[in-house]
């Protein structure tokens, strides 16, 4: 419901009750809402504090707390031996090397010879068959048969 008060707005009245005036309508005041909440919590206790323990079933309660095996340990011992070992290396027994850098490209002759099996992989492979003319297969030399 929206009531547009000038004197509510002019004195800032509150109404008395459970209704709150805010910005031009009546809402449920803050408080109300915090009362309500604290009865539920109130009987959510009560309910637990006069719960009844004797309905409960009897359980065995087993701990299970797997101790890892010999391999598993050891593994992890190795690990931190690793980590310790890189951690405190001792970085004077290293000796001093100078770096050569090599040229991975290949030199002038190899390139040329790998375009010129290119150019012939590719003269094959588009070769036109068209260009050929026809031609006849005359036998001039043949083998001689089993009789003769």
Known sequence: MKLEC???KKLK?????????????????PWMQDVATEKNQKALLQGVEAFD???LKHTETQEKNP?????VVKQ?????????GVEHFDK???KHTKT????????????????????LISGIENFDTKKLKHTQTQE??????KEG
């Open 13 to 29: 009245l509150v109404p008395v009750g459970q209704r709150h005036w805010r910005g031009g309508d009546f809402t449920e005041a």
């Open 6 to 8: 000038p004197v509510f």
């Open 100 to 119: 050569e850098e090599k040229n991975p490209l290949p030199n002038p002759e190899a390139i040329e010879q790998e375009k010129g099996q290119i150019n």
């Open 76 to 84: 992890e011992k190795d690990h931190q031996n690793l980590l310790e």
């Open 67 to 71: 101790l890892p095996d010999k391999d």
């Open 53 to 55: 323990t004797g309905k």
């Open 92 to 94: 004077t027994t290293m």
């Open 140 to 145: 001039k030399n043949p083998l001689p048969t």
